[in-house]
């Protein structure tokens, strides 16, 4: 019993964020949307392209085989990063999509608006993720974490737009599910994500 535990505790700490928002090529996502927008998306590992002096694999998001949005990112043992959509042009704070601990984690973000033609305006992000252990993800049972965000965008917190996210990411899948609310001043849309196939030349479809 106690080699089972300890078994489990080296594992746990064995585990980072990288294994649930894997990237490696060949790999590719679809998904289908409802609320605020509607029908089926496709997210895919594109080919490496040299970023901030290193190689980096994009993912890409591609609707009805249309590009639609590139993205880079960087990772550290315990957090997933964003540095941008343009290889050139990357944002000037990495953001946080979220941060892995076994014990769950939270944290807090401000710095630049992500949008070019924002200058004045700041992002604020307030998250926290925890372990979900086991769940259904396609015909499989994969450890999962859920991350629940606040982004705020504008001139202050107050009278930024908000975005409240709810995702559900699996180990060795990434994103599964996603739940988010968009409030503009009175007006407030909808958006719900969910996989329907997950497509990898290193482990069995889903």
């Known amino acids: 019993m106690i080699a089972i535990a300890a078994l489990a505790i080296l594992n746990s700490a064995q585990t980072q964020a990288t294994d649930y928002f894997p990237m490696e ?10 609320g605020a927008s509607y029908g089926l998306y496709v997210q895919e590992v594109g080919a490496a392209v040299e970023v901030d002096g290193k190689m980096r694999l994009p993912l890409i998001i591609k609707i009805g085989g249309k590009l639609v949005q590139t993205t ?32 769950g ?26 372990d979900l252990g086991q769940k259904a993800v396609g015909t499989e049972k994969r450890d999962c974490i859920e991350v629940k965000s606040e982004t ?9 737009t908000l975005f409240k996210q709810t995702a559900i990411y699996a180990k060795g899948v990434g994103l599964v599910e996603l739940n988010e609310t968009v409030q503009a001043g009175k007006d407030t849309q909808q958006r719900k994500v969910k996989l329907l196939k997950m497509e990898s030349s290193k482990a069995a479809d889903l």
């Open 25 to 34: 090529p060949g790999m590719k996502w679809t998904y289908e949307t409802s």
């Open 152 to 160: 705020r965008i504008g001139l202050n917190e107050k009278t930024a």
């Open 72 to 103: 880079f990112y960087d990772a550290t043992p315990n957090t997933i990063y964003v540095l941008g959509h343009d290889p050139k042009q990357l944002l000037l704070k990495p953001q946080p999509v979220f941060q892995f601990e076994a014990k």
């Open 105 to 130: 984690a939270k944290w807090d973000f401000e710095g630049p608006s992500p949008y070019e033609d924002d200058k004045e305006s700041r992002i604020f992000i307030k998250g926290q993720s925890k």
